[in-house]
């Protein structure tokens, strides 16, 4: 079936550095729509980013992502980090023939001055 | 942006009682969704809910729960009985359609089950 992985559980970085979060995927439909959620502690997930355009740059509030169809690939990006981006980033796939989206595991990142 | 609402925010309940958790889905949403969250760990996919019927749901959805959203008033995930492992954090969702739909979450209902 469908799945998502982030292989990073944790990313701990320093304030400016650049913010790169891998998310996969699998699934037979050849038209996959992935999303990127952020979750800030006892807070609901918030759509950061999402996108079903092959080989197109998606941003919003200083994020991007860039569908790759070939490697089955979504990661977020960003250029510079924030103290307040800490937070827990979800990458996620939706399933269109089960009206499901399905999350990965979860990164958590961790922004220090 | 559009708002979901949960109610309560935190339940604490006995074992093998019933718990109710309450919806209020964005007004012009026809999709509703569960996930469940334990704490420290991914959002899982409960069960999702259209035109007052289960479409999917996961194997986490027991025979213990159910759903239903009477004449448009809360959509509600039930419970019953509940049992220890039900304690998580309920995620409740709603969206326009499921094609390049976007979900939106409430702030989740915390069940602690004592």
């Known amino acids: 079936g469908d799945s998502v992985t982030q292989t990073e559980g944790l990313v701990t970085l320093t304030e400016g550095l650049p913010v790169m979060l891998n998310c996969t995927y699998q699934t037979i439909y050849s038209n996959p729509f992935l999303f990127w959620y952020v979750q800030h502690l006892n807070e609901s997930p918030r759509l950061l980013l999402k996108s079903f355009t092959d080989n197109k740059r998606t941003e919003h509030q200083g994020f991007h992502a860039t569908l790759h169809k070939s490697s089955s690939s979504f990661h977020l990006q960003k250029s510079s980090a924030q103290l307040s981006d800490s937070a827990l980033y979800y990458c996620?796939?939706?399933?269109?023939?089960?009206?499901?989206?399905?999350f990965g595991q979860g990164t958590k990142l961790s922004i220090k001055p | 942006g559009p708002k979901v609402l949960q109610i309560p925010s935190h339940q604490i309940i006995d074992m093998g009682q019933m718990v109710t958790l309450n919806c209020d889905p964005v007004?012009?949403?026809?999709?509703f969704y569960w996930y469940k969250q334990i704490l420290g760990q991914q959002m899982e996919f409960l069960v999702n809910?259209?035109?007052?019927?289960?479409?999917?749901k996961s194997k986490l959805f027991k025979d213990q729960f159910s759903v239903e959203r009477p004449d448009g008033s809360y959509f509600t995930l039930k419970i019953q009985p509940t049992a220890l492992e039900d304690s998580a954090v309920y995620f409740c969702?709603?969206?326009?359609?499921?094609?390049?739909?976007?979900?939106?979450f409430g702030a989740g209902t915390r069940l602690s089950v004592l």
């Open positions: 007004s012009n949403h026809l999709y």
């Open positions: 809910f259209y035109n007052g019927k289960v479409m999917e």
């Open positions: 996620a796939l939706m399933n269109y023939n089960q009206g499901k989206l399905i």
């Open positions: 969702a709603s969206s326009r359609g499921t094609d390049q739909n976007t979900l939106y």
